[in-house]
């Protein structure tokens, strides 16, 4: 079993900053990739961000250039630095985590709420 918790969520207001935390704990041999995922009100969840464990990224269009997704494999911990934040990036952001611990799996965190005032 692998547990991901999520951290560094807030209020904060249009134009600033934060970095979400992901960190895994359990029983892995592998990161496959982490991703980031977001949801509002009434929307379906989106994918924000996601890094493979070869490092590479891929972004969502509305937070390229905004964001920046990496992972720290000695903490196996991933992070998601968020500039530039727009009302529009207020939801709960989701950490994913697809890993290899005898078979190919996959997690989520419970979610750190992420709130821009404008």
């Known amino acids: 079993q692998v547990q991901l918790v999520e951290s560094g969520g807030g209020l904060v207001q249009a134009g600033g900053s934060l970095r979400l935390s992901c960190a895994a704990s359990g029983s892995f041999s592998s990161l496959n990739s982490m991703g980031w995922y977001r949801q509002a009100p009434r929307n379906q969840r989106e994918l924000v961000a996601v890094?493979?464990?070869?490092?590479?990224?891929n972004y969502a269009d509305s937070v390229k250039g905004r964001f920046t997704i990496s992972y720290d494999n000695a903490k196996n911990t991933g992070y998601l630095q968020m500039n530039s934040l727009k009302p529009e990036d207020t939801a709960v952001y989701y950490c994913?985590?697809?890993?290899?611990?005898?078979?190919?799996?996959?997690?989520w965190g419970q979610g750190t709420q992420v709130t821009v005032s404008s």
């Open positions: 890094i493979t464990s070869g490092d590479s990224t």
């Open positions: 994913n985590a697809d890993v290899f611990a005898g078979l190919r799996r996959n997690y």
